[in-house]
């Protein structure tokens, strides 16, 4: 079955960077687009980028354009999101969501969700 | 960038009750509109697609409708497992967006 298993918590200073991963089972990689999403403590969905497993192209939300990094790893199935220079309000569950298909880019398949504590 | 605004922010229902959630996009999305639930602590759960469409196992209870720019989330008969928080997400260009949610509590 589909899968994304993401790493676990973490806990970031301020000014830090956090590299979070998707790793991928039950379909192949390449051939959906997986989108990033994260949710702060008692707050409503907000939708990162999107990257395409298969030649690395991303879009990024404007919010977050000058400090994220999404990628991906072929050889293990693995997507990675990096975002810099933490403040106490990048605090949030962070989700990696496997799309449908080509059109079809809502997410049908989430990972579990990373904790992401920034904190002095 | 299109907005998304949900109606109401919290709405109060009982159980057996007919409920529509409404999603307008500050500008036409045509029909690519998804429904998602998310329950407390949980990860959220893709409802409905292409603004109409439901997804495989979601119970006949949930429908959608709209295009353009106003979309409703309607459950026909409130069941207890239905309390929770619904988003409307846009997928017609980047960036893509959320609504800022729907909580539906129990009266």
Same mark, same amino acid.
């Given at each position: 079955?589909?899968?994304?298993?993401?790493?676990? #918590?973490?806990?970031?200073? #301020?000014?830090?960077?956090?590299?979070?991963?998707?790793?991928?089972?039950?379909?192949?990689?390449?051939?959906?687009?997986?989108?990033?999403v994260?949710?702060? #403590?008692g707050?409503?969905?907000?939708?990162?980028?999107?990257?395409?497993?298969?030649?690395?192209?991303?879009?990024?939300?404007?919010?977050?354009?000058?400090?994220?990094?999404m990628?991906?790893?072929?050889?293990?199935?693995?997507?990675?999101?990096?975002?810099?220079?933490?403040?106490?309000?990048?605090?949030?569950?962070?989700?990696?969501?496997?799309?449908?298909?080509?059109?079809?880019?809502y997410?049908?398949?989430?990972?579990?969700?990373?904790?992401?504590?920034?904190?002095? | 960038?299109?907005?998304?605004?949900?109606?109401?922010?919290?709405?109060?229902?009982? @159980?057996?009750?007919? @409920?529509?959630?409404?999603?307008?996009?500050?500008q036409?999305?045509?029909?690519?509109?998804?429904?998602?639930?998310q329950?407390?602590?949980? @990860?959220?759960?893709?409802?409905?697609?292409?603004?109409s469409?439901?997804?495989?196992? @979601?119970?006949?209870?949930?429908?959608?409708?709209?295009?353009?720019?106003?979309?409703?989330?309607?459950?026909?008969?409130?069941?207890?497992?239905?309390?929770?928080?619904?988003?409307?997400?846009?997928?017609?260009?980047?960036?893509?967006?959320f609504?800022?949610?729907?909580?539906?509590?129990?009266?």
């Amino acid at each position: 079955q589909v899968q994304l298993v993401q790493s676990g #918590p973490e806990v970031k200073k #301020p000014g830090a960077s956090v590299k979070v991963s998707c790793k991928a089972s039950g379909y192949t990689f390449t051939d959906y687009n997986v989108n990033w999403v994260r949710q702060a #403590p008692g707050q409503g969905l907000e939708w990162m980028g999107i990257i395409n497993p298969s030649h690395g192209g991303t879009s990024y939300a404007q919010k977050f354009q000058d400090r994220v990094n999404m990628t991906s790893d072929m050889s293990t199935s693995t997507l990675y999101m990096e975002l810099s220079s933490l403040t106490s309000e990048d605090t949030a569950v962070y989700y990696c969501a496997r799309c449908d298909g080509d059109y079809a880019s809502y997410s049908v398949t989430w990972g579990q969700g990373t904790l992401v504590t920034v904190s002095s | 960038d299109i907005q998304m605004t949900q109606s109401p922010s919290t709405l109060s229902a009982s @159980v057996g009750d007919r @409920v529509t959630i409404t999603c307008r996009a500050s500008q036409s999305i045509s029909s690519w509109l998804a429904w998602y639930q998310q329950k407390p602590g949980k @990860v959220p759960k893709l409802l409905i697609y292409k603004a109409s469409t439901s997804e495989s196992g @979601v119970p006949s209870r949930f429908s959608g409708s709209g295009s353009g720019t106003e979309f409703t989330l309607t459950i026909s008969s409130l069941q207890p497992d239905d309390f929770a928080t619904y988003y409307c997400q846009h997928y017609i260009k980047y960036p893509y967006s959320f609504g800022q949610g729907t909580k539906l509590e129990i009266k």
